[in-house]
């Protein structure tokens, strides 16, 4: 992805959240350790077994909340939160990495949104939105959606503008919308408003913050009936054989398999916060 340019420090350590470690993985190319943590054992587990040399990681069982527990106060160059973020307090987790960040230190989360794009294909687009609103209504309403999933899913519906970044704490806060222009309202909400089934979770972007809009096709792939298949299920709210007998779904994976070798080109719409330790 395209990263807006921001100032160095020495680097000794970075922290991440970590999800499988792929994050990590990126990380560890430039930062000599890195501090590896997930809420989640199953991801931690995978990231241990796939990250190399074993010596560069430190692992941890812990959320972010508890970040400031285990690591030493200002020690930490670099944290990064990916795709995790509203699954958290935000507000918490932003104030227990402060205390691990040394003055200066960078804050940087990312997300991307299940609102794909499909570039010059409107009718596309259109029908993943429709069908992936539909249904995720659907399964709502049938109780298969913890309400927890629910709420994650407001929020991740707002990007990254609902995480609060405590002044007092962090400055230099930027905001970057990447594959997303200033006018769209909605650009990572994949659901029809409906008060009955879910609610939109409350913008926390303050004045003052930078926002940086940018085209990116690196947020992006060529992808076939089976791979919109795959990453939908991904989602795990429960997409299943209705899903895929909808007329809707029907007619996308039709216009998908007349596209060249059967696919089409798909890109993220992404949101990225970053932020800097304050000194004071």
Request: include cysteine; hydrophobic fraction near 40%.
């Amino acid at each position: 992805m395209s990263r807006p340019s921001r100032g160095r420090t020495a680097i000794r350590a970075a922290t991440d959240e970590t999800g499988p470690g792929t994050v990590a993985a990126v990380l560890a190319s430039t930062f000599p350790h890195v501090f590896v943590s997930d809420a989640g054992a199953n991801n931690l587990n995978a990231a241990a077994a796939s990250l190399s040399p074993t010596s560069r990681f430190s692992f941890r069982h812990a959320p972010a909340e508890a970040a400031d527990t285990w690591l030493p106060p200002s020690t930490v160059d670099f944290a990064s939160i990916g795709m995790a973020f509203h699954y958290m307090d935000a507000d918490a987790a932003l104030r227990s990495v402060a205390k691990t960040l040394k003055p200066g230190g960078t804050l940087a989360a990312v997300t991307y949104g299940f609102r794909l794009l499909f570039p010059g294909r409107p009718r596309a687009q259109q029908l993943w939105y429709d069908v992936v609103s539909a249904e995720t209504t659907r399964l709502i309403r049938e109780g298969k959606v913890f309400p927890a999933a629910v709420k994650g899913a407001a929020r991740a519906m707002t990007g990254l503008d609902f995480v609060p970044v405590p002044g007092e704490l962090y400055r230099a806060v930027r905001r970057v919308y990447i594959n997303i222009t200033p006018e769209e309202e909605r650009p990572f909400c994949f659901l029809e408003p409906d008060g009955d089934v879910w609610k939109p979770a409350t913008s926390a972007v303050a004045g003052g913050e930078e926002k940086d809009y940018v085209e990116d096709a690196g947020w992006g792939r060529q992808a076939d009936g089976t791979w919109l298949r795959g990453f939908l299920a991904s989602s795990q709210l429960g997409f299943d054989e209705r899903t895929w007998d909808t007329q809707g779904w029907k007619e996308l994976e039709e216009i998908v398999a007349a596209g060249p070798e059967g696919k089409v080109e798909i890109r993220w719409p992404v949101a990225v916060l970053l932020a800097s330790r304050r000194a004071d």
